[in-house]
């Protein structure tokens, strides 16, 4: 099946940070909701601890290659 072309940068200049798709690797709800911007509460507070969560795991990512390189 073919699916449709969104056009995920205009759609992120749309939307929060914490709301976008941004490529994310299994985003918490499906893409049409992710790049609506107006979302319920219940999803807003999904996404927020998603983010969070990712974040968390960019950042450590980045403090291991930077303690590797170091060594």
Do not use: C
């Amino acid at each position: 099946m073919n699916e449709p072309t969104v056009d995920w940068f205009l759609i992120n200049q749309l939307v929060p940070k914490e709301h976008q798709y941004l490529d994310a690797e299994e985003p918490p709800l499906d893409s049409v909701r992710m790049a609506w911007p107006f979302k319920t509460e219940e999803e807003l507070k999904v996404l927020s601890k998603w983010f969070k969560k990712q974040e968390r795991k960019t950042k450590q990512k980045e403090i291991e290659q930077l303690g590797e390189a170091l060594l």
